[in-house]
């Protein structure tokens, strides 16, 4: 999927995981609005640099991440 720079990231509702506590070395991750694609930004730079990921990559990124950690 080629990213659409016109799509507006501001109003994303970024969520970090419950497993980072207060620890600043996280990201944060927000599905955007239509569903195709999650949008990542680091926690300690919110206003810093978004990347975007398809669905698809995104699903297998967190299915081998948890096949690791298992």
């Given amino acids: 999927m080629k990213y659409d720079s016109k799509i507006d990231l501001n109003g994303l ?10 620890n600043t070395n996280c990201v944060e991750v927000a599905p ?3 569903g195709r694609a999650t949008a ?8 810093g640099p978004i990347l975007v ?12 991440a948890n096949e690791l950690k298992a």
Avoid: Q
């Fill in 13 to 22: 509702a970024f969520k970090k995981s419950s497993y980072s506590g207060n």
């Fill in 32 to 34: 955007l609005p239509d």
């Fill in 53 to 64: 990921f398809p669905a698809g990559r995104w699903a297998a990124f967190i299915a081998k």
């Fill in 40 to 47: 990542v930004r680091d926690s300690k730079n919110p206003a």
